[in-house]
């Protein structure tokens, strides 16, 4: 009767894993993977048609959705501390 999908997975891997995901919540609205490839076929050369694609999908995708921060889900975590590190490449790599 109710269905709920929690992941942690980011929804950008790709457009069939995102239907799967839908198909599983809403069946009788996503119930063709063909269709929506059709729908949402992002293979295309146009930025701006790409552009205009992907801004379709998130407008269908906002109801679907609650996203949330680790800031505002947990307050006692301490902020993000990222160090980067360059290093060189290994002989090996250089030959490759």
Same mark, same amino acid.
């Given at each position: 009767?109710?269905?709920?999908?929690?992941?942690?997975?980011?929804? %950008?891997?790709?457009?069939?894993?995102?239907?799967?995901? /839908?198909?599983? =919540?809403?069946? !009788? +609205?996503?119930? $063709?993977?063909?269709?929506?490839?059709?729908?949402?076929?992002?293979?295309?050369?146009?930025?701006?048609?790409?552009?205009?694609?992907?801004? %379709?999908?998130?407008?269908?995708?906002?109801?679907?959705? /609650?996203?949330? =921060?680790?800031? !505002? +889900?947990?307050? $006692?975590?301490?902020?993000?501390?990222?160090?980067?590190?360059?290093?060189?490449?290994?002989?090996?790599?250089?030959?490759?």
């Amino acid at each position: 009767r109710y269905r709920l999908l929690l992941t942690g997975t980011p929804l %950008q891997n790709n457009l069939h894993e995102l239907w799967a995901l /839908l198909n599983f =919540l809403v069946p !009788d +609205v996503f119930a $063709s993977a063909e269709q929506f490839d059709d729908w949402f076929n992002l293979d295309i050369d146009d930025a701006d048609e790409k552009n205009k694609l992907i801004s %379709q999908l998130h407008k269908i995708l906002r109801p679907f959705m /609650l996203r949330r =921060l680790k800031v !505002d +889900v947990e307050k $006692s975590l301490p902020p993000k501390h990222e160090t980067i590190l360059f290093t060189g490449m290994s002989k090996m790599q250089k030959k490759l």
